[in-house]
């Protein structure tokens, strides 16, 4: 032990020696609760990804620790605070005497809050799956770009790293671990060049870098992120993509496949339409995100002798998943039509966990793409020339041609929209046959009182329709439908069942 570390195990004593105090040791910090404050103070250690053997060092850590984060968590992160030595000897935080160790003070927060908590406690709700979508997003919004393509550039060495912690660990399959390499690899080479263009278009940012569930906490009922990589900008310099992957991938790993879609969408939604020419990455993106995980978790069985089973079993679900992720099936575009209150929203939010690949498809929405042409808010309402025959027309081009971007990534699509002309139907049947995947085309019929009662009840929804609007589309001209007509008259779960075996059956 150094001299260093000596004096830091003094003043680690002095502070739990405390009445009340809880220490949490990681590899790199010790973090001391007490009351309504944590303190965290960087380990007089040095690793080959960071260095903190120094005072000077673990105070510029410390205080890069509060630069990086406070913007992601003013309420959590305070500042830096000195841990001085008194006249006699004793350790004084926030001293006057000369200072001989730093920490960074934080307001504590309850732990039972944290996203991996929640998640397995059960299913995370939708409202804050999008509230997590939208942080993340917004995080996104204020990164810097960064300046060059060095983080697509290390993406080889990072797939090989996570392949030798991998074989280190001695408890997985060593012919398993060659093939998830091979594969993340052969993954690489085909996306290189899009995600370098992706790097140019400024995708490429300094984000948080390390968005695991453990990382959110529930604030006030609102999604908060903390404790974003510090010491190392190239860590957290990345594509945006991957920094979603990382938070996507653990939500599956709970089997939180509902709040992984509505992340995913929500993101999309709020975020430049060019992240849906680069879906295609999200499989290697999230695989990768698993792999590290499996590695870390491999490294604390080798390191700690608690819970070595559940430290394994840990390791195993994190490295078949990201076996699993690398090797997506083949998308498929689902098409949900039906006059207004039908329930197809309902039911494309429903079906879209469902249908592969992970996490789930994109949903189009003909009432927010509308929306979004005229630039409100998805629950303003449009006066009704907006709803003409040659604004409608737009509208389905518009859908068409996201869904083609989504598909040609290899990612499915969720089209929800009332497809009420046969030429609407037809357009969408000629893209699936250009996309070369399979359409799954479902409409939804229920009777007028049935339709009219569920308007009635919508309430903050993106749709425009009225009871007037339900009774004036009675006069429609469906002609041919083409598709499996599915009676939605009960409830959602059961029209969800009913349209999973129209698909399932391929019809």
């Given amino acids: 032990m150094t001299d260093k570390s000596i004096t830091q195990e003094r003043i680690f004593a002095a502070l739990t020696a405390h009445p009340g105090v809880t220490r949490i040791d990681t590899h790199a910090a010790s973090v001391f609760l007490e009351g309504e404050r944590a303190l965290k103070i960087k380990r007089a250690v ?35 605070v000195a841990i001085a030595e008194g006249p006699d000897g004793s350790v004084e935080v926030g001293g006057r005497g000369k200072p001989i160790e730093y920490a960074v003070n934080m307001s504590r927060f309850d732990e039972s809050r944290t996203l991996d908590h929640l998640a397995k406690a059960g299913p995370l709700e939708a409202g804050l799956a ?46 398993e671990i060659v093939e998830l390499g091979k594969a993340s690899h052969d993954a690489f080479q085909r996306l290189r060049a899009l995600l370098e263009e992706r790097c140019r278009q400024g995708f490429v940012r300094r984000c948080h870098g390390d968005l695991h569930l453990a990382n959110i906490v529930l604030i006030d009922q609102q999604p908060v992120l903390f404790d974003a990589v510090e010491f190392d900008p190239r860590l957290a310099t990345v594509d945006v993509l991957y ?89 498929r575009l689902v098409a949900v039509g039906g006059l207004s209150g039908t329930g197809k929203s309902v039911l494309a939010r429903a079906l879209a966990p469902a249908v592969a690949p992970s ?49 040609k990534q290899g990612h499915s699509a969720i089209v929800d929209a009332v497809f009420a002309r046969e030429s609407e139907r ?13 359409l799954s085309g ?41 598709w499996a007509t599915i009676d939605a008259s009960g409830t959602p779960e059961q029209t969800f069942q009913r349209c999973r075996t129209a698909i399932a059956e391929g019809r």
């Fill in 46 to 80: 040095r690793f080959p990804f960071l260095d903190y053997s120094t005072l000077e060092k673990r105070k510029a850590a410390c205080e890069e620790e509060i630069r990086i984060n406070r913007p992601f968590a003013p309420q959590i992160y305070r500042g830096v």
């Fill in 359 to 407: 996490p789930g498809a994109v949903v189009l929405r003909s009432d927010i793409v509308r929306k979004q042409m005229f630039g409100v808010k998805d629950t303003d309402r449009l006066p009704s020339s907006t709803y003409q025959p040659d604004v409608t027309e737009c509208v389905y081009e518009a859908l068409a041609q996201r869904a083609r971007r989504v598909l």
């Fill in 426 to 438: 037809d357009a969408f049947a000629v893209l699936a046959w250009e996309c070369k995947v399979p």
């Fill in 130 to 175: 999008s509230a997590i979508g939208d942080a993340i997003a917004t995080s996104h919004a204020v990164a810097a770009p960064a300046d060059d393509d060095g983080w697509v550039s290390s993406i080889p060495a990072l797939i090989e790293g996570n392949i030798v912690g991998l074989r280190n660990g001695n408890h997985l399959a060593a012919e």
């Fill in 243 to 331: 920094d979603l992957a990382f938070t996507l991938m653990d939500l599956l790993r709970y089997d939180q496949s509902l709040a992984a879609n509505v992340v995913l969408n929500q993101y999309l939604a709020t975020t430049p339409l060019e992240n849906l020419d680069a879906l295609g990455a999200l499989p290697l993106l999230m695989s990768i995100r698993a792999a590290i995980r499996a590695q870390v978790a491999l490294a604390r069985l080798n390191r700690y002798h608690t819970n070595p089973a559940g430290i394994l079993d840990d390791a195993t679900r994190y490295f078949s998943l990201a076996r699993a992720l690398i090797h997506p099936p083949v998308p």
């Fill in 442 to 482: 479902l409409f939804l019929v229920v009777d007028l009182a049935t339709r009219q009662a569920r308007i009635g009840g919508r309430r903050g929804d993106a749709s425009d329709a009225t009871r007037e609007v339900a009774a004036l589309q009675e006069h429609y001209n469906i002609g041919h439908v083409g």
